[in-house]
């Protein structure tokens, strides 16, 4: 069994948008992987961005991989 991490961030530096995605993964076998994360999504607040209409979208996640 083992663990992976990822990370991946954006940053519009016109705009100051910002994307944050992290992801965990859990391997307790070969064939099983169970992970969780999470978007989130920052905007200035003037609202001229293209991520403006998401902005109260954050997302938390999990799932469950059976691989054969």
């Known amino acids: 069994s083992h663990f992976q991490v990822s ?26 992987a169970l992970n969780a994360g999470v978007n989130m999504i920052g905007t200035p607040t003037n609202g001229k961005s293209y991520w403006s209409p998401y902005t109260n979208n954050d997302a938390l996640y999990v799932g469950l991989r059976y691989m054969f």
Not at 11 to 32: F, G, W
């Open 7 to 32: 990370f991946d961030g954006k940053y519009d530096m016109i705009t100051t948008d910002r994307l944050v995605m992290a992801q965990a993964t859990y391997y307790p076998s070969k064939v099983i």
